[in-house]
């Protein structure tokens, strides 16, 4: 599966993606946060700990490569790593 084109709504806090098997999906930005897999979130949920996703805001979205995608949130962390294959999951995952 592919991503065509992803779009963002910030008025209801979503991402869009457009995959070439003709569906839209929507990625809340709260769920893009929660699924941060940097290091440091990685830790923190390692040990339990869970990432306050309440009215975060994406900020900033910046391509790594052809490939990912590095997403900044209005909460200051701006570390995740995002390859367009887990945004892909992301849409499907419960
Ligand atoms: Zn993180």
């Known amino acids: 599966m592919q991503i065509l084109s992803l779009q963002t709504d ?7 993606l457009e995959l070439d098997d003709g569906s839209r999906r929507p990625l809340p930005y709260t769920r893009l ?27 900033t979205l910046k391509p790594i490569g052809t490939n990912a995608l590095n997403l900044a949130f209005s909460d200051g962390h701006e570390r ?12 499907t995952a419960q």
């Not at 910030?10 to 869009?16: G, L, N, P, Q």
């Not at 390692?46 to 990432?51: A, D, F, S, T």
């Open 80 to 91: 995740g790593i995002y390859p367009l294959s887990y945004l892909i999951e992301l849409t």
């Open 10 to 16: 910030d008025r209801i806090a979503t991402m869009f």
């Open 33 to 59: 946060r929660a699924a941060c897999r940097c290091a440091e979130c990685m830790a923190l949920k390692l040990q339990g700990g869970h990432i306050p996703t309440d009215g975060v805001a994406l900020q």
